[in-house]
């Protein structure tokens, strides 16, 4: 199990690298922005970029930047959102407030999820799994940019009760603080319940229906042992993945959500570096959200290995 | 009571042949053949919930063609004014049944705005105070006594409270609008005030009245407005011989010289009466940038709706063949195209479409660098798919038996295994659509991609547009998020239905 955790994690490191390389020439292929004529930061970045290489071919140029990276963590200098500055600082103080915000939410969405689906699968073909399910199916569907303005309009602009965005600042575990994050933590709120009472439910009805159930029953367990002892800890090899990898989604933040919420976050860099043509920003961003995502599939998969002593994927191949 | 029949002992003469002139040979079928997309049709049909949708989303598509069309707009009719505009239909707001109105609720208006919109009901006939919502009555201490100040909050049509603008006309515009004037009765042009007379205003046209110095209306004893309008002939630009206000009594002037080109008060309303030939009528009112939202809806998800299917078919395509080398080859292809699906998956989404615009929207257009964009990982996906099912059926009894006869490589994939999994795959197109659909109206609300050029709007522009003011026009963001909201449910519905009815044997179970 060790070695397919490894094995995975070494094949991952080289896609992270591909993809990088990748994203690294197809961003340094692009015209370099123009900076401003007579100012003193202007001089400072030409020397910068001179340093990494700029006209030097691309995959000298690609050297420079991992090495860089793996000496002094240098991730490059912004060039128009925070002149002069270090990437990886700026990047670093917005982590915090797309965390906090997905933190908030995951960790009461996700019990709420898995305890709807569980009672939709337990009450299957009745009135509550056909209201859960239709709630679930409408819910899913619908994009969260939607619930963000409803929020918005409704709890924030009609009734009040929450100021519109985000609070500045950096005390994240301020009331005051804590009240301004509550609309974009219900906007993202809804699909991540939908989605795991979804999964949990299809999971759970299936275990149900399977025989090692009635055989729980017949040799003399309760329905509700049966259910809690047999039936949920099997539904949990699918579902316990899922959140394991929703919590490294946490960091990655949501683009669209941030944007509408002014969160001063990773997403919200993201899309302003973009529009601003910052490339060494857009260049960590991409490498990061990246990251994340390898990581999410490769902690999922591992994590079924490890749950789930029928699933060794590696020693199957 | 019948004769007993001894069945060990029955005569030879008892026995005839069935058929001893008959041919033998089986009865035609009487039952019509049924198809494998009819069975899955009849499965369809019986599930309630995604015919509705399906219906739902007919009305939709057929919304999106015929919006654009009915619309008196097109999606480059951009107004200069009515700008995040309430919804208004002129016929049905004038039997104030509260709906179609062009209303928005004004708070905490004290007399010097009522003073203010009556003005603007007393000079243009056209009463923008629809009715009083609420009235509020707060103590203030003032020199030592309590004063009770009432304001209200009054809902006005924002069409009428424009009012009156300053505009600068040509010699020959003013000559033309007169004429027309004179046709149709209907006046455009209002007498100038000239702006020593109102303390030195300049940035409010509304005002004919005396004022004091912050424009705030002094009535005389009786609390009827005083005019102000200009009789000074001598600074009037041109002659005007058309319709007048009641009260000139002739003298007034209603253009004031400038520069080669006459400054006058317009009505607004009016003037876009003559400019468009009908009055101001937005049933879902207007965005940010003048567009008419019910035209703009429907060409927004004409785009996207087109745009999802053109995707989803050449994704089908590129994943199907795919997936089918993978699966039907399986080991190093299989190996080896599964890693090249595995870099491309880890790109995220954001990233690739942001450098496909920025390296390709110059050379190859806005549109089709996003659709690259979104065929580089959109067909992964489908692959899987493609692939799991070869599995599923290469190793069968009836592709051996073809091979045995001699059926080549091309023949075995997409003779044999590819129909045999096909249910699978057309169904979860009916899902892609609704996830292309999401992403483009993503990447366009947070402006990665602009496609008001090309498309005229999208649901995602016009969503980005409705959210900068959402407090003051909610209504700019609430009916491209309904159409969006009913569009995606709709889709997932009627996909989700037509997988089921496709795979009866995953009824209930969503991979």
Redesign the interface.
Known sequence: MVKYALQRIVYMFF??M??SF??FV??R??PLPALAPNDPHTTILEIRREALGYNKPYLEQFWIFIKGIVTKWDWGTSEKLFIGRDVWGVFVEKLPASMIVNLYSILWTIPVGIALGVLAALKKNTWVDYTIS?LT??V????S??YA??I??ILC?KLRWFPFVMKGGTDYFSWAMFKSIVPPILALSFGVIAGFC??TR?EL??VLTSEFMLLARTKGLTKTQATVRHALRNCFVVVVPAIFGEFIGIIGGS??IE??FSIPGVGNL??NA??A?DYNV?ML??CF??AI??AAGLVVDISYGFIDPRIRMGSKK | MEERIEYEKIPAEKFRFVQENEKLHDKELQTKARGFFADAMIRFGKNK?SVIAAWILLALVVFSILSPIISQYSIWDKDPMYLNYAPYVPSVAKMGIGILDGASVYNSQNDAQLYYWRGIAEETGMDPIIRTVREHETVTRHRGKDVVRTTLDIEINNYYAMGILYRTLTYSEFEEIQKWQNETGIQVIFPYVEQKDIEGITDNPNLWYRVDSRGVAIPDENGDLVPVYSTRTEMQGKPYNSIRIPSDPGNYIYSFAKSGALQCRILYYNYYIYKNGHEPSYIMGTNAVGQDIFCGIGVGARFSILFAIFVSAINLTIGAIYGSLQGYYGGWVDMLLDRIS??LS???F??VT??FQ??LAKRVGVVPSFLFAFVLTGWIGMAALTRRQFYRFKGQEFILAARTLGASDKRLMFKHIFPNGIGSIITSCALVI?GVI?SE??MT????VDLSAFAGTTIGTL?SQ??AA??TS?HA??YP?IF??LL??C???FG?GLRDAFNPSTR???D
Do not use: C, K, W
């Not at chain 1, 899913?140 to 994009?143: A, E, G, M, N, Y």
């Not at chain 2, 609300?445 to 990665?448: A, E, K, Q, V």
């Open positions: 896609v992270f591909i993809i990748m994203s197809l961003i292929m692009l239709t199916m409408v899913i569907s619908v994009p940019f939607v303005f409803l918005q309009y602009f979804r999964t299809a009805t299936e683009l669209i944007n509408i993201t899309i973009i529009r043509t857009f961003s991409t959200y990246t995502g390898l | 919930s595995d870099i880890g790109v995220p954001v990233v942001t450098l920025l390296h609704p999401g109206t993503s609300y947070l402006g990665i969503l409705g959210n959402v407090t909610p963001v609430l998020s969006l909201g995606m449910i889709f997932n519905l989700n209930g179970v969503d």
